[in-house]
């Protein structure tokens, strides 16, 4: 089943084999070029090497999570849509997920007829589309040197950054 969205590349990222094994089966008929990564740091490499339209991410990557892998893919000229894995598929985390910049978030166990919906749709999106769905995340040091993650508004063509409502010192 060869079409347009066929051409984007899919990355797998996941610390569970299951997962990867799962996915591979369930969009085999799409005929997509897949990647896997188990850690952050591998699909880092990858998305140096590769252009990754749509990355299906397990929630928790010990020791990071999808979070720290939208702080990584902002960078990137075109970053491909984070799809959000879970057992833990709640409320929260859909609303979480969908308001810091992910695509979907899919429960686990897999539907397949839902994992090739919201991949399919995604693929074409990010390939006749490109935009994140909201401006990406930014790590931004404070005052203190802590680190924060803000939004980036997109104003005029010029990325500016979202102050927050209240003033610091």
Known sequence: MLNAESSTPILSLSPCTDDHEALSGILQPYEWTMHRASTLADSTQLLQRHSIGVI????????????????????????????????????????????LGAYDVLPKPFDAAEVRRTVRIAALHWQWNGEPALPPLVKVAGASGAHRVERKAFTGGRAKRSRSSHSGA
């Not at 939208?70 to 409320?91: F, G, M, N, Q, Y």
């Open 56 to 99: 299906v991410c397990d929630r928790d990557l010990p020791p990071h999570s999808w979070k720290d892998l939208l702080l990584e893919v902002a960078a990137l000229p075109k970053p491909p849509l984070i799809i959000v894995t879970s057992r833990h598929a709640d409320d929260y985390l859909w609303a979480e997920a969908l308001n």
